[in-house]
């Protein structure tokens, strides 16, 4: 099986926790020569704010309809890559892995740019929400409320 073939396979939005051998596996075959993979993690701190959790909410059948168009996007901007994603949703705990890409091609170079191409996507194209939790409460992350002239709802609540 080339690269090729595996491309559309494995783009999931899921509650339970994300193995990166699931997505390596994915984009893997006889033709490839590299594979680059991207994994993000939930960190302690945000923008100097501690961070204690995360939650992420997704419009699930929308965003792995999304995740499918941005990766046949990019294989047409990089012909011969293979590309997988995974995110998760749900409360997270720092430490615990948010978000798994993995492009192959048969060089390097293709399947870094692939997988960085992937990743900055995803973030900005793909309707999955993450709300932070900090010592000032919770607040939604990239979404600004008029009524409150910044970050959340007005009752700390929900949003996006």
Known sequence: MTAQANATGLFEVRA????????????????VGGIATFVGTVRDQNQGQRVTLLDYE????MAEKQM???AEQIQREIPGVALAALHRVGRLEVGDIAVVCAASSAHRGEALAACQLLIDRIKTEVPI?????????????????ARTGG????DGGVGP
Do not use: C, M
Not at 16 to 31: K, N, Q
Not at 151 to 154: D, E, K, L, M, R
């Open 16 to 31: 339970t926790p994300l193995d990166p051998s699931e997505a390596i596996r994915a984009v893997s075959g006889p033709s």
């Open 58 to 61: 997704a419009y699930q059948g």
């Open 68 to 70: 499918r168009q941005v």
């Open 129 to 145: 929400w993450k709300r932070e939790h900090g010592p000032d409460g919770p607040y939604w992350v990239g979404w600004e409320d």
């Open 151 to 154: 970050h959340g709802s007005p």
